[in-house]
């Protein structure tokens, strides 16, 4: 009798410590784990990704993923395209305030070649973007004493190395022809597109300069009328004497497949 008894509260006592382990191991499995001390908040919790760095094309006006496309433009394309605000992709853009409205209704048909130099016959500075910007320290030459007080622009200037600087956009009037004719037409600021090419009527242009002139030309074609391209002498005769009689014309139609027809004044060097 008392070996029954006996065995009968060994059995319970295994019987209850069975289910006490059962009934543990069950709240165990409910709790979240604890962090270990050397595990960091990004090992648990999900990564929130950061919003994607976007751009906006000022040619189409298309947003697109900052990493991709070419430079602030969505595609090669358009960076090499007028956008509507008349700014070209290819140009380095420092905005002169030398500039007005063109008159209402008026296409762009002629295009304009100067040169400039500042000081006169150096190369290679920043001079003439100060000046274009009316920034010009007068008394960094004796020169510029003379010019300070002048504001004048161009739209386009290429330096000796062929890089191209934009300082109004092709949709207003810069002002570089001043008094100026073409075929009886007056103001030719109103109706044409002026570039400067850094140099001298002493010194023949740089081949880098040609060739920024003939991707110029050819992505204006693409957006205006353009019907004509002329000297700065040619439309101030007497006045002004640039681009000068070291300006290969005829160099410079053939290479930007430009027909005689366009060139009223002639393709023959000239002063």
Not at 116 to 142: E, M, R, T, V
Not at 204 to 220: D, H, I, R, S
Request: aromatic share 12%; charged share 20%.
């Amino acid at each position: 009798m008392k070996w029954l008894l006996f065995t009968l509260i060994l059995i319970g006592l295994i019987i209850w410590w069975r289910y006490a382990q059962i009934e543990q191991n069950g709240r165990s499995s409910t709790k979240t784990p604890k962090q270990s001390k050397t595990s960091k908040p990004n090992d648990i919790k999900e990564k929130k990704s950061n919003p994607q760095e976007m751009k906006q094309c000022p040619c189409c006006g298309l947003r697109f993923p900052a990493n991709e496309g070419v430079g602030a433009y969505c595609s090669l394309e358009h960076r090499n395209a007028i956008d509507p605000k008349g700014w070209w992709g290819g140009a380095d853009w420092l905005k002169s305030p030398n500039y007005d409205e063109r008159p209402s209704g008026t296409p762009i048909e002629l295009v304009l070649i100067h040169h400039i130099s500042l000081p006169p016959g150096q190369f290679g500075n920043n001079y003439i973007a100060d000046f274009f910007q009316n920034k010009l320290d007068q008394n960094a030459h004796p020169y510029f004493q003379e010019i300070s007080d002048h504001q004048v622009s161009s739209h386009f200037l290429i330096k000796r190395d062929g890089q191209v600087q934009q300082f109004v956009s092709t949709l207003n009037r810069a002002w570089h022809a001043g008094a100026s004719e073409f075929f009886g037409r007056e103001r030719c600021n109103d109706f044409s597109i002026g570039i400067e090419l850094e140099g001298t009527e002493d010194l023949p242009f740089q081949p880098a300069q040609y060739g920024a002139l003939k991707e110029l030309v050819n992505v204006l074609k693409k957006k205006y009328p353009i019907a004509a391209y002329a000297g700065h002498s040619d439309v101030a005769p007497g006045r002004k004497k640039d681009p000068g009689i070291h300006f290969d014309w005829n160099h410079f139609a053939q290479s930007a497949g430009i027909p005689a027809r366009q060139l009223p004044y002639g393709s023959d060097k000239r002063s």
